[in-house]
């Protein structure tokens, strides 16, 4: 009986996905390239050229069989991701441009991010100031901004998900991977699925007392804090206590790091990092935070060595955890870790089984709706 209700529900997945496509060939509009991106549970993802426009882009391929061998759960969160994506349309947001399917096989086209994972260019970079740190989170500031003026919620900022379009100094920042993302009912509907990753994760999440769009706030000022010092403001010995110091706010700017950074940088971040949802800036409002607005508040002190070693210091300190599909994932985590970084484009071929150990992992409790719900 529960096989049966399984395939229902596989069949019900691709059947969302199915009216979503495209009803040409792919072979027609594009060819594949050998460059393979990624490699993950359900397929690859491959470099493709558009036939007529000469434009590359990454195409994430599914094996149907593999795809339909997955929990229910994990195609619902395929499916509603790319409805999501279908909808979306910012240029700080990685685009879904089109859909094919054949019977054995879906193909999404998306956006080719050349430039990568932002945190392993700012490694290269010959100088990184604090200036390079504010015109990146501005960018997160316009994609987040239209995300939830879209009523949808991300769920899952972290330095993994954002991506650069190309190589040069300036380029564009790209949010990715919405598998976890959701869209409100109504503007003030509180979502009760705990999910999110952990370091980035908001205290109301993990209080279980219902959330919504501020817990992406909450992830952008970790996020922000991070790109200044190359470590993120929460510590613990182990998950649980990394989750107190969460939920009690407690964080600092040690000098010892901080002393070339601007004072409204730390107030930035400061409004951020707010317990109460109700004190935490929206995201049209930090981008008129005054951080913003003068040029020369911002120090031009090189900050390139220190947030590199700081970040390849803590790394090597904290230990990569895998997905936890569990109830107990909040409580108990680190219950499997991976040791194998696969990169951006192998998380998205896995799509919501990462495997890279580069940082901690999204967790989800499965016993609770897996796109949120309004508390009655």
Same mark, same amino acid.
């Given at each position: 009986?529960?096989?049966? *209700?399984?395939?229902?529900?596989?069949?019900?997945?691709?059947?969302?996905?199915?009216?979503?496509?495209?009803?040409?060939?792919?072979?027609?509009?594009?060819?594949?390239?050998?460059?393979?991106?990624?490699?993950?549970?359900?397929?690859?993802?491959?470099?493709?050229?558009?036939?007529?426009? &000469?434009?590359?882009?990454?195409?994430?391929?599914?094996?149907?069989?593999?795809?339909?061998?997955? *929990?229910? &759960?994990?195609?619902?969160?395929?499916?509603?991701?790319?409805?999501?994506?279908?909808?979306?349309?910012?240029?700080?947001?990685?685009?879904?441009?089109?859909?094919?399917?054949?019977?054995?096989?879906?193909?999404? /086209?998306?956006?080719? #991010?050349?430039?990568?994972?932002?945190?392993?260019?700012?490694? /290269?970079?010959?100088?990184?100031?604090?200036?390079?740190? $504010?015109?990146?989170?501005?960018?997160?500031?316009?994609?987040?901004?239209?995300?939830?003026?879209?009523?949808?919620?991300?769920?899952?900022?972290?330095?993994?998900?954002?991506?650069? $379009?190309?190589?040069?100094?300036?380029?564009?920042?790209?949010?990715?991977?919405?598998?976890?993302?959701?869209?409100?009912?109504?503007?003030?509907? /509180?979502?009760?699925? #705990?999910?999110?990753?952990?370091?980035?994760?908001?205290?109301?999440?993990?209080? $279980?007392?219902?959330?919504?769009? &501020?817990?992406?706030?909450?992830?952008?000022?970790?996020?922000?804090?991070?790109?200044?010092?190359?470590?993120?403001?929460?510590?613990?010995?182990?998950?649980?206590?990394?989750?107190?110091?969460?939920?009690?706010?407690?964080?600092?700017?040690?000098?010892?790091?901080?002393?070339?950074?601007?004072?409204?940088?730390?107030?930035?971040?400061?409004?951020?990092?707010?317990?109460?949802?109700?004190?935490?800036?929206? !995201?049209?409002?930090?981008?008129?935070?005054?951080?913003?607005?003068?040029?020369?508040?911002?120090?031009?002190?090189?900050? *390139?060595?220190? /947030?590199?070693?700081?970040?390849?210091?803590?790394?090597?300190?904290?230990?990569?955890?895998?997905?936890?599909?569990?109830?107990?994932?909040?409580?108990? !985590?680190?219950?499997?870790?991976?040791?194998?970084? *696969?990169?951006?484009?192998?998380?998205?071929?896995?799509?919501?089984?990462? &495997?890279?150990?580069?940082?901690?992992?999204?967790?989800?409790?499965?016993?609770?709706?897996?796109?949120?719900?309004?508390?009655?």
């Amino acid at each position: 009986m529960q096989g049966m *209700k399984s395939v229902l529900q596989s069949n019900r997945v691709l059947a969302r996905l199915r009216s979503l496509r495209s009803t040409n060939r792919f072979e027609t509009h594009y060819k594949l390239t050998p460059h393979v991106l990624g490699s993950g549970t359900y397929g690859v993802v491959r470099r493709a050229i558009c036939k007529t426009t &000469k434009t590359e882009y990454a195409v994430k391929i599914i094996d149907k069989k593999l795809f339909k061998a997955q *929990k229910p &759960k994990a195609q619902r969160y395929l499916a509603s991701e790319i409805e999501i994506l279908r909808r979306i349309h910012h240029p700080n947001i990685v685009a879904l441009h089109d859909i094919y399917e054949t019977s054995d096989t879906i193909y999404l /086209v998306m956006d080719l #991010a050349l430039g990568g994972e932002l945190f392993d260019q700012l490694y /290269v970079m010959k100088s990184y100031t604090e200036s390079d740190a $504010r015109r990146i989170v501005r960018q997160i500031l316009k994609g987040v901004a239209y995300l939830h003026s879209q009523g949808i919620v991300h769920r899952d900022l972290k330095p993994e998900n954002l991506l650069l $379009r190309d190589m040069e100094p300036n380029s564009d920042i790209l949010l990715a991977d919405f598998g976890l993302s959701t869209v409100l009912p109504s503007h003030d509907a /509180v979502l009760l699925t #705990a999910c999110g990753t952990p370091g980035y994760v908001a205290p109301e999440v993990l209080c $279980r007392t219902g959330y919504g769009k &501020k817990v992406d706030m909450w992830s952008i000022g970790v996020i922000t804090y991070f790109l200044l010092c190359g470590y993120t403001p929460f510590w613990g010995e182990d998950e649980p206590a990394l989750f107190e110091a969460i939920k009690a706010c407690q964080y600092d700017f040690d000098e010892i790091y901080w002393k070339h950074i601007s004072p409204k940088a730390m107030d930035f971040i400061s409004k951020l990092l707010q317990v109460d949802p109700n004190q935490r800036m929206t !995201a049209t409002e930090a981008l008129e935070h005054p951080w913003f607005e003068d040029p020369e508040q911002a120090t031009l002190v090189d900050l *390139k060595d220190m /947030v590199k070693a700081n970040s390849e210091s803590r790394r090597t300190i904290r230990r990569a955890v895998t997905v936890v599909s569990a109830a107990s994932a909040f409580k108990e !985590a680190g219950a499997k870790r991976a040791s194998q970084n *696969k990169g951006f484009y192998n998380r998205m071929a896995t799509l919501l089984v990462p &495997k890279s150990a580069k940082a901690h992992q999204p967790t989800v409790f499965p016993n609770e709706s897996p796109r949120g719900c309004p508390v009655s």
